[in-house]
């Protein structure tokens, strides 16, 4: 009886494995009707062109060291490479923190930034706006800084609060001396500063 039990449920399983696997085909070939091999990338056409034209980066991320030794961290939203131009660049939402070896911190921050490898240099524009830790909160149309060395230029005005009030310039610089001095800003033509004492504390 178990052998004739045994004999039954095999000739069963030969007919069911075949229909099981006939059933799975069906399904894949079901399946795969719904997708069009010729659909075309669902990206606008626009946006394909500006992708190879353009090469861009999102969120790039850079960190390190100036020739003194000053620590350097550059971060923006995109960075792109009209038109396919080595060493030239285009930076989105640029913030640039400086931390000199004397401890003094900058924080750069803009809207767009060029970056000029070539040069050694980058140019920030679009409201720039810098920070200092000693106290500085100034904000100018268009501002110069170099990529290996702490050398900050704003050729035009500007405005903006200082430690003893608030502080107008045709011009500003801020440089390091060659002796490894503490960092130095300049401001020239025209300096009008307005000078709000602190309230005394009783």
Known sequence: MQADRYTRLVSWLKVLFPL?????????????RGIDP???IPF???EIQERLRDQQITAPF?????????ELTFYADVLTTPDGKI?????ENVRVTITT??????RLQSNSAEIDLATNRAELTDDVVIMASTGYRLTSDLMTSGL???DVESPGPVYGTAPEGTLEA????ITQPQNGGATQLFFTNRVKLIYKPKPLIE
């Open 20 to 32: 099981v696997a006939l059933a799975l085909l069906s399904t894949l070939f079901l399946l795969s």
């Open 38 to 40: 010729g659909q075309s």
């Open 44 to 46: 606008a056409e626009k």
């Open 62 to 70: 850079f960190t390190g060291a100036t020739a003194q030794g000053d």
């Open 87 to 91: 060493g030239s660049n285009k930076a």
């Open 101 to 106: 070896t004397q401890g003094t911190s900058y």
């Open 148 to 150: 290996s060395s702490l």
């Open 170 to 173: 045709g011009a500003m610089t």
